[in-house]
């Protein structure tokens, strides 16, 4: 079990060197008033990531889940994220954008034929998406940095594909059990983003209850029903309220573990994202799950994933 999981993720590092060249399509994007960047689920948060890193080149980008978005204005570029190209949403916001006539580009798996597309080399195999994921920031890193972005230019991506590596080596998670109960991973800034990331590949690869939060999310409500029986995991827990929702949790008789790294922005996301793909097999394998086969029984049901 989990083989293809272990397999996709040992297959990040070459595939993020790959694609560490400017990507020439961001051209198309260039003087747009406003970028979208559209996905559903893993894929929306590569957007929300993709934007984040569009706006340090003072561009005016906006992340938005493929169900809502309705319509663009003259003088709007998109980018559509769609591993597959058939997640419904993503065709449909895809054929808004064409409709309009406005500049598009879909970043997508390699099996994917839309001429507006940046390919991605390599095709999931486990339902727990990791390189497809980490693929598309690397492309969005690469888009950016073709826009003028600061510090996503190619030696900075060999440079991330070579601490995935390290993290490969040694994933520096193995002091983080399962939870009795429940586990709340918590970063600022983008790595509320990877923290939402995170939860998603553990909900889905070891069948456990776990979500992702901004620190004021988990201060205004979300902590209540936390206890004895949870863990708390703080992602880059460099700002002062981060470092209090741990002390606090602490207090509360929370497991608590801190998961350090160095950087930010974009690329600084990326070894984070494969030490919680790596806690997640592991938390998989210890609960004799099966990640390869993450979407089971009535929420398997084809007719539900039509409608995405």
Wanted: hydrophobic letters at 50%; proline letters at 6%.
């Amino acid at each position: 079990m989990t083989t293809a999981l272990a397999t996709m993720i040992a297959a990040q590092p070459d595939v993020i060197s790959a694609l560490a060249e400017p990507v020439t399509a961001a051209d198309r994007l260039a003087g747009a008033r406003r970028v979208w960047l559209i996905g559903t689920g893993t894929s929306l948060h590569a957007a929300e990531l993709g934007a984040s890193a569009l706006e340090t080149a003072g561009i005016d980008a906006r992340a938005i889940a493929a169900n809502r978005f309705t319509a663009a204005r003259p003088g709007d570029a998109a980018i559509v994220i769609t591993h597959t190209g058939q997640t419904a949403h993503a065709r449909r916001a895809r054929r808004l954008v064409l409709d309009a006539g406005l500049p598009l580009v879909s970043i997508t798996g390699p099996d994917v034929d839309w001429p507006d597309a940046v390919r991605t080399p390599v095709a999931e195999k486990s339902e727990t998406y990791t390189v497809s994921y980490t693929a598309a920031l690397t492309v969005l890193a690469g888009i950016a940095h073709h826009l003028g972005a600061p510090g996503l230019d190619p030696p900075k991506i060999q440079d991330t594909a070579d601490a995935v590596r390290r993290v490969l080596a040694d994933p520096g998670v193995d002091a983080v059990g399962i939870p009795a109960r429940a586990m709340a991973i918590v970063g600022p800034g983008d790595w509320s983003v990877t923290a939402r990331e995170g939860a998603l590949k553990i909900r889905e690869g070891a069948r456990l209850l776990c979500e992702g939060f901004d620190p004021d999310r988990l201060l205004h409500g979300a902590a209540v029903p936390y206890g004895p029986a949870d863990t708390l995991l703080a992602l880059a827990p460099s700002d002062d309220l981060t470092a209090a929702l741990a002390h606090a949790a602490r207090v509360t008789g929370l497991g608590v573990h801190l998961m350090p790294a160095t950087g930010d922005g974009l690329l600084a996301q990326i070894p984070t994202t494969v030490r919680l793909q790596l806690l997640a097999l592991r938390f998989a394998r210890q609960r004799a799950q099966n990640a390869d086969i993450a979407i089971t029984g009535a929420w398997a049901d084809h007719t539900l994933w039509e409608t995405l």
